[in-house]
């Protein structure tokens, strides 16, 4: 798909289709007043007939408008004026791809940037990110291993975004090409976390790894492998991969965009290919779904991707370690101490715990990067889902000023996150009688004492953990991997380059 910018008069470009808001009772916006007026009142005519009213994201496709240059115009509901907000905007402008994609047209004008929203000003640059979000999402399809794709070819090829009255100026340029490097960061990691288990093992990640490097001069990758992790003493990370048959790698991606001197932002994400709770086996229903439980991983790539593509002004270095959680005759059992690359003990009471384990090796080994932050992105906990839903990824950080700034860019691509708390009245459910610290603290608070354990290897530096086990995929019948937080993360790379 291809996008652009166009500027000048709804009626006198030409396209497949024309794209125009309607407020809930008729009230044309802006452009559609324009196109309106050339087409001698059509508009308002079918609205006056009642087959239009504006309700929210409901949409009229309408062909042969006389005096336009487009061979179709598509009305699009947008609800109340006063109501018209980031949410209702969203709806519309996916509700606006989803019709496109069932008419004939090749290419599309919409003009649904200089909408007032609400609480938003001058937010074209944002209408249009999202909206290239949006098309994305509707055109995206993993039917890579079904034996015969997907057959009705979609006709759509390229958007264009109109401007009426507003200058095409180098920041919106900026925005359309932010976010298509991003929505292509997004597919990346929805399509490994789609690959199942037995594809996408973490052999496969690392192939990636090399893959991005080799597309991008600027990425830099090291694969280490189980004998260099013995060496490293990443007890605690060997231990969950103990059980399983396919080689554990330690991957690190380095994109230097930066000033040599300068700092890296550090992403770790959780990469367990297939989680199987090892010992404390997992139940059987929707087992399937922890294929799943390396889209911390998937996202590190899917950002890193995004920010070579983008050329972003900074340093940032991604790692990931990567392995299966397995039962088996040599696997870990519960009860079991190990030694982490800290040096502090920990006793496996639940070997179902095992993210924080390999994630609290990957950790320590980030220092070695000096980095100037370091955020960990991990389907770490079930509590967390129970906690907030599928809406928010749980955000933790031992600096307030960087949990502020993630969740903003949260905010700013609607890919959020909650604060949570790390509190150290919390710490004491992780205590152990036979070693530093256990890797489970009980029922109580699951996603707060997981980063709790995770915050005990990361006193060195500025660092966050965001819990995305609600936000990465998406159960039921529509299941599949939704590619979160690749947009807050590139945000916050992207807010941080500006500041630089
Ligand atoms: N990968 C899971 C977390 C998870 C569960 C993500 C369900 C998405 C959906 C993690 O490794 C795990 O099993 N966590 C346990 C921790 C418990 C044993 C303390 C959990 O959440 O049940
Ligand atoms: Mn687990
Ligand atoms: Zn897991």
Redesign the pocket.
Known sequence: MEFSIKQGSPEKLRSGCVVLGVFEGGKLAEAAQALDKAAQHYLSDIIAHGDMTGKKASTLLLHKVPNIQSERVLLLGLGKRDEFGTRQYLDAVRAAMRALQYTGAKDAILFLAELPIKGKKSAHAWCISQAVLAAFETAYRFDRLKSKADKDKKSLRKIYFGLLSSKQDAALDTALTQAVAIAQGINLTKDLGNLPGNVCTPGYLAQQALTLAKEHKSVKTTVLEEKDMHKLGMGSLLSVTRGSSEPAKLITLEYRGGDKKQKPVVLVGKG?TF?T?GI?L?PGAEMD??KY?MCGAASVLGTLQAVAEIGLKLNVVGIIPACENMPAGNATKPGDIVTSMSGQTIEIL?T????RLILCDALTYAAKFEPDTVVDIA?????C?IALGHVASGLYSNQDALAQELLAAGEQTQDRAWHMPLWDEYQPQLDSNFADMQN?GGRAG?SITAACFLARFTKDYRWAHLDI?GTAWKSGKDKGATGRPVPLLTQYLINCAGKK
Do not use: F, R
């Open positions: 367990v989680d709770g404390s997992k779904e922890m439980d639940n179902d715990a095992e993210g389907t770490l906990t079930g509590a889902i489970i699951g086990a």
